[in-house]
């Protein structure tokens, strides 16, 4: 059972403009959202976080945002770079996890010149 | 900066063999994790470990064994290697942080280590 899921592998958009990455989840248990980007050869690096009490988090051109009542969360990119191609993984934890994270399958993006 | 290396970045090995991946991170995280990752499966848990010695198995467990001797180093083992086992293997580690009553420990990833069973 995937509790959480990126329904879309890949996502392909133009230099500058809004990526909108999105990510679902079942287990209403989760508490706190990561995300997390990797480029081909190299291991995934955190990108940015939410808790559950907030519904938006902002970090320079990343953004995410939360909707607990929809169990969905989303990463917007503006504006997008050709350097932010690459495969971004949604995890999430629940508070007594033990800090173990249940990440999605990943979407992967392309962003053309 | 967080430093988490791991001992090969391309294994080749035969089915059967006994195979050894080492990860070492050089930050005193309490937290350490092995992952594999798999075209069109994402990451999945192998096994973490929160302290020296204490280990947990993750959703994949199964051929697969850790060992926790010192802090920093966190050993992945394969008793005996098989084909299904070709996959890309990643270790991470986090502190232990507790925010507003949250756990907001960031895993930080190794560069992975490519292994291929023949």
């Known amino acids: 059972d995937q509790q959480v899921k990126q329904n879309s592998p890949s996502l392909s958009v133009q230099e500058g403009r809004i990526s909108i990455l999105n990510c679902d989840y079942t287990n209403s248990m989760f508490d706190y959202f990561l995300w997390y980007k990797k480029y081909p050869a190299e291991g995934p690096t955190f990108l940015i976080s939410i808790s559950s009490i907030k519904d938006k988090n902002e970090d320079g051109r990343f953004t995410v945002f939360l909707n607990k009542s929809a169990k969905h969360l989303s990463l917007h990119i503006v504006p997008s770079q050709p350097g932010d191609s690459a495969v971004y993984f949604c995890?999430?934890?629940?508070?007594?996890?033990?800090?173990?994270?249940?990440f999605g399958k990943g979407t992967l993006l392309t962003v053309n010149p | 900066d967080v430093k988490v290396t791991q001992s090969s970045r391309y294994l080749v090995k035969r089915t059967g063999e006994k195979v050894f991946l080492e990860c070492v991170q050089d930050?005193?995280?309490?937290?350490m994790f092995w992952y594999r990752q798999d075209p069109g499966l994402g990451l999945r848990l192998i096994y973490f470990?929160?302290?020296?010695?204490?280990?947990e198995k993750g959703d994949i467990p199964e051929g697969y064994s850790v060992s926790r001797e010192k802090k920093e180093r966190f050993s992945l083992i394969l008793e005996s290697a098989s084909t299904n086992q070709t996959s890309m293997y990643l270790c991470a580690s986090s502190p232990n942080l507790r925010t507003s009553g949250f756990f907001t420990d960031t895993q930080y990833f190794g560069p992975g280590t490519r292994l291929t069973v023949l």
């Open positions: 470990s929160y302290d020296v010695k204490m280990k």
């Open positions: 995890a999430a934890r629940t508070y007594s996890s033990n800090y173990k994270l249940t």
């Open positions: 930050m005193d995280h309490e937290n």
